[in-house]
């Protein structure tokens, strides 16, 4: 059943019941947050595509708390509406922003497709902390829950977190790891920054969104222009930049929609209210394929979970620990224990040749000279012959005693009702022409040609696709798996340079999003990549 359906009645029914069943109580007592100082004002960024539009003056002030047991619900939408805590709002800011949602279900189609993973997890932090639940619905506005967004700003992950404001907020990022993209890491982050901010705006929850779009110092400013000319200093009242007016009705339409799909003739898939994922120790570093293997789970979808690893591996200094889908828990977990020091992270000895240089080493091992430089600390990249060098071994299979220890998942295979010279593919939920033409080894375009299709078109469950079935493999460098990047096209950027910066080929970054002379880039166009791994910058 696809996320979005037609209008039913069923929805006002459970509202009116939910409402009945949980009266208002006190909001808990809580420590107040001490922002750190804010070295730089630079905005965090938000990669969707929503509309812009200003903003008209109105004064707004949340309503009383409600208190609830998430354990209630057996749908994770209706644990979320019954905590919702910010009063209706009537301004056209916001109705504007609400027909852009209502006219592309699509869009929040594959939104909570992916949101799905992390929302359980979010809906309990911002629980726990008394916090309106509102903010789950944040990351819609942010990053469209996709944990590898990535902005013209430079902000990262679910929450959008610039690299200061990450590093204010205590996420760890080096050359392994990045905490704006751990899912478990950010959020704390997130839920600090919005209460330290309420903490500051003495209790204005809308004033704390709009400085966690535009910054603290630049809300307290337009905030103390106001009070010096005469003028009310809430929100609606305030002179910010054209995004952060967008942004506060952005998250005020999606509560208005969400709280009663059905008043729009929309209808959600139940998102179960229970655990998607268990968090494991993992005591060391592990490379993630091996990783994989153990939890009897798909390599993407490890990566989904754990997208704050930069590299093949989990970082060596920390944190250790793995997130894995819950039904793979305990094999993982059992698996772990017996795999040795050795079987977690391998590498290969390599002695370097007469003439041999390090990126002819790299090819020659599926890597690259960046990779190995920081593996054996060379400062200048150089080698000599001789040499000892360390080489990852990222494909190596698992130890007999390992592979019997997992409890393998069964993975349902791909649908496919075979002919003479085609195949029919049945698409399946939160699949995209470019999954599905990386997991046929072929181009976009072609996959689109063929099914008449733009390449930027959306599929939905169901829908079946032609693929033309050949012995040969077509010349597509980019059916290799990745890790999937998000990026907003910057003045003056080129296929070349976004190619380079992300250590790609120009064949790959043009297949992946159908550029051509008659598609060709655009500053502000979104762009997706599929990051190797092993050569990915971080």
Same mark, same amino acid.
């Given at each position: 059943?696809?996320?979005?359906?037609?209008?039913?009645?069923?929805?006002?029914?459970?509202?009116?019941?939910?409402?009945?069943?949980?009266?208002?109580?006190?909001?808990?007592?809580?420590?107040?947050?001490?922002?750190?100082?804010?070295?730089?004002?630079?905005?965090?960024?938000?990669?969707?595509?929503?509309?812009?539009?200003?903003?008209?003056?109105?004064?707004?002030?949340?309503?009383?708390?409600?208190?609830?047991?998430?354990?209630?619900?057996?749908?994770?939408?209706?644990?979320?509406?019954?905590?919702?805590?910010?009063?209706?709002?009537?301004?056209?800011?916001?109705?504007?922003?609400?027909?852009?949602?209502?006219?592309?279900?699509?869009?929040?189609?594959?939104?909570?497709?992916?949101?799905?993973?992390?929302?359980?997890?979010?809906?309990?932090?911002?629980?726990?902390?008394?916090?309106?639940?509102?903010?789950?619905?944040?990351?819609?506005?942010?990053?469209?829950?996709?944990?590898?967004?990535?902005?013209?700003?430079?902000?990262?992950?679910?929450?959008?977190?610039?690299?200061?404001?990450?590093?204010?907020?205590?996420?760890?990022?080096?050359?392994?790891?990045?905490?704006?993209?751990?899912?478990?890491?950010?959020?704390?982050?997130?839920?600090?920054?919005?209460?330290?901010?309420?903490?500051?705006?003495?209790?204005?929850?809308?004033?704390?969104?709009?400085?966690?779009?535009?910054?603290?110092?630049?809300?307290?400013?337009?905030?103390?222009?106001?009070?010096?000319?005469?003028?009310?200093?809430?929100?609606?009242?305030?002179?910010?930049?054209?995004?952060?007016?967008?942004?506060?009705?952005?998250?005020?339409?999606?509560?208005?929609?969400?709280?009663?799909?059905?008043?729009?003739?929309?209808?959600?898939?139940?998102?179960?209210?229970?655990?998607?994922?268990?968090?494991?120790?993992?005591?060391?570093?592990?490379?993630?394929?091996?990783?994989?293997?153990?939890?009897?789970?798909?390599?993407?979808?490890?990566?989904?979970?754990?997208?704050?690893?930069?590299?093949?591996?989990?970082?060596?200094?920390?944190?250790?620990?793995?997130?894995?889908?819950?039904?793979?828990?305990?094999?993982?977990?059992?698996?772990?224990?017996?795999?040795?020091?050795?079987?977690?992270?391998?590498?290969?000895?390599?002695?370097?040749?007469?003439?041999?240089?390090?990126?002819?080493?790299?090819?020659?091992?599926?890597?690259?000279?960046?990779?190995?430089?920081?593996?054996?600390?060379?400062?200048?990249?150089?080698?000599?012959? =001789? $040499?000892? +060098?360390? /080489?990852?071994?990222? *494909?190596?299979?698992?130890? !007999?005693?390992?592979?019997?220890?997992?409890? @393998? #998942?069964?993975?349902?295979?791909?649908?496919?009702?075979?002919?003479?010279?085609?195949?029919?593919?049945?698409?399946?939920?939160?699949?995209?022409?470019?999954?599905?033409?990386?997991?046929?080894?072929?181009?976009?375009?072609?996959?689109?040609?063929?099914?008449?299709?733009?390449?930027?078109?959306?599929?939905?469950? =169901? $829908?079946? +696709?032609? /693929?033309?079935?050949? *012995?040969?493999?077509?010349? !597509?460098?980019?059916?290799?798996?990745?890790? @999937? #990047?998000?990026?907003?096209?910057?003045?003056?950027?080129?296929?070349?340079?976004?190619?380079?910066?992300?250590?790609?080929?120009?064949?790959?970054?043009?297949?992946?999003?159908?550029?051509?002379?008659?598609?060709?880039?655009?500053?502000?166009?979104?762009?997706?990549?599929?990051?190797?791994?092993?050569?990915?910058? =971080?």
């Amino acid at each position: 059943m696809s996320p979005i359906k037609s209008h039913h009645i069923l929805g006002c029914i459970l509202l009116a019941l939910s409402a009945c069943a949980h009266q208002p109580t006190a909001r808990p007592a809580r420590e107040p947050v001490v922002i750190p100082p804010a070295p730089s004002e630079e905005p965090i960024d938000s990669p969707d595509a929503g509309p812009i539009i200003g903003a008209t003056p109105s004064l707004t002030m949340p309503r009383e708390w409600q208190h609830h047991n998430g354990e209630d619900y057996d749908d994770l939408f209706d644990r979320m509406r019954a905590g919702f805590a910010f009063d209706e709002v009537q301004e056209p800011a916001i109705d504007v922003q609400l027909n852009w949602f209502e006219h592309n279900p699509d869009y929040l189609e594959r939104v909570f497709q992916r949101a799905q993973r992390y929302l359980y997890h979010i809906v309990t932090e911002v629980e726990a902390r008394g916090m309106p639940l509102e903010f789950a619905l944040l990351p819609v506005v942010e990053s469209a829950y996709e944990p590898f967004a990535y902005s013209s700003s430079r902000a990262s992950g679910l929450w959008q977190f610039i690299p200061d404001t990450g590093r204010r907020f205590g996420l760890k990022r080096d050359w392994w790891y990045d905490g704006r993209r751990d899912v478990i890491e950010s959020t704390r982050a997130a839920l600090d920054y919005l209460q330290a901010l309420h903490d500051q705006f003495n209790g204005d929850w809308l004033l704390a969104i709009a400085a966690y779009n535009v910054g603290e110092n630049g809300v307290q400013r337009q905030m103390d222009f106001n009070r010096a000319n005469g003028k009310p200093t809430d929100f609606w009242h305030l002179s910010l930049p054209a995004e952060t007016r967008a942004y506060v009705p952005k998250l005020l339409a999606l509560k208005r929609l969400m709280a009663e799909p059905e008043r729009y003739g929309l209808e959600f898939a139940v998102i179960p209210n229970e655990p998607y994922f268990a968090l494991i120790d993992t005591g060391s570093q592990i490379d993630l394929k091996i990783a994989a293997k153990l939890a009897g789970s798909s390599y993407d979808e490890l990566v989904a979970l754990n997208p704050g690893y930069n590299r093949w591996a989990s970082d060596p200094e920390g944190p250790h620990r793995m997130l894995v889908p819950i039904d793979n828990a305990d094999a993982f977990d059992t698996a772990l224990k017996t795999l040795g020091p050795d079987d977690r992270v391998r590498f290969v000895n390599h002695e370097v040749a007469r003439k041999e240089t390090l990126p002819m080493i790299a090819k020659q091992y599926g890597t690259s000279a960046a990779v190995l430089s920081k593996i054996n600390e060379l400062k200048d990249g150089k080698v000599t012959a =001789g $040499q000892t +060098l360390k /080489i990852p071994e990222v *494909s190596g299979e698992l130890p !007999d005693k390992v592979l019997l220890a997992a409890q @393998r #998942v069964d993975r349902p295979e791909t649908d496919l009702g075979k002919r003479k010279h085609q195949i029919v593919y049945r698409v399946r939920a939160g699949e995209t022409l470019v999954s599905i033409a990386r997991r046929h080894g072929m181009p976009v375009s072609t996959l689109a040609r063929l099914n008449n299709l733009g390449s930027s078109d959306i599929l939905v469950k =169901g $829908q079946r +696709l032609l /693929i033309k079935a050949s *012995s040969r493999r077509f010349r !597509d460098e980019g059916v290799r798996s990745g890790r @999937r #990047v998000l990026y907003t096209v910057r003045r003056g950027d080129t296929v070349y340079s976004i190619a380079h910066q992300f250590q790609v080929s120009v064949t790959q970054l043009k297949s992946w999003n159908g550029l051509n002379e008659r598609h060709p880039i655009k500053t502000g166009r979104r762009i997706v990549m599929y990051v190797d791994s092993s050569r990915q910058q =971080g």
